[in-house]
């Protein structure tokens, strides 16, 4: 079975510039998780989307947005990119709701590393 | 608040020995999964072991495995026979009941193991 694959993985994008980075889950799987990575930070929640919803929302600005397809491909978008996001954005997936014998547990992409300059 | 907390930010080990990675949680969910992630050089993040709440009895996946103690909230990863490819950043990871898909982490354990 595919594990979860991103695109890009490098991006140099300019301040002010907008960016789109997608991320396909494990076939099967519905939820898709976003999260930053920053050495400063370390790994925060961007958010959850779960059948095309969103399901959950970590504390980010707006300028963050993210949505899911009926095939439960996701795509993040960052608009008017600050030197701040540059940092490594991982997308996890998972079945995402709780039935016998299948938990919760995410399964990482190798991540969109982006930088700002 | 769901916090989780590693104390040790770098650890070494030598081949073939023992490592135990501490970590903390503070969670007021009585339903919860707890994770150990791996993060080789690489960059690429690996589950390595999981934890339901409300089972009591600590999880082993080959070489790794947990003691967790739900009462003081603390859930620590050994690793037996350690390996060169052990070598990562290695993050315990929180996720709380209900429908939510967002995992909280610990600042990560930098492993070493030498030769």
């Known amino acids: 079975k595919a594990g979860v694959t991103q695109t890009p993985r490098y991006l140099i994008k300019t301040r002010g510039q907008q960016v789109t980075l997608s991320c396909s889950p494990i076939?099967?799987?519905?939820?898709v998780s976003w999260y930053q990575q920053t050495p400063g930070q370390g790994l925060q929640f961007l958010f959850e989307?779960?059948?095309?919803?969103?399901?959950n929302k970590g504390n980010f600005p707006g300028r963050f947005s993210g949505r899911q397809f009926s095939n439960s491909r996701s795509e993040m978008n960052v608009s008017t990119l600050e030197l701040g996001d540059s940092a490594l954005y991982l997308c996890a997936s998972s079945f995402g709701r709780r039935t016998s014998g299948i938990s919760y547990e995410q399964y990482f992409g190798p991540g969109t590393r982006l930088t700002v300059t | 608040a769901q916090t989780v907390t590693q104390s040790q930010p770098e650890m070494s080990v030598q081949e073939a020995e023992t490592v135990t990675l501490s970590c903390t949680y503070d969670?007021?969910?009585?339903?919860?999964?707890l994770f150990w992630y791996k993060q080789p050089p690489s960059r690429q993040m690996i589950l390595v072991i999981r934890?339901?709440?409300?089972?009591?009895q600590n999880a082993t996946e080959n070489r790794f495995s947990v003691n967790f103690q739900k009462a003081a909230k603390s859930f620590s990863l050994k690793i037996s026979d350690s390996q060169l490819g052990d070598t990562a950043m290695y993050f315990c990871a929180l996720l709380g009941g209900g429908s939510q898909g967002n995992l909280i982490f610990g600042k990560g354990t930098k492993l070493s193991v030498k030769p």
């Open positions: 076939s099967g799987h519905r939820s």
């Open positions: 969670t007021s969910e009585s339903n919860y999964y």
């Open positions: 989307y779960f059948s095309e919803t969103q399901r």
């Open positions: 934890q339901e709440a409300y089972k009591q």
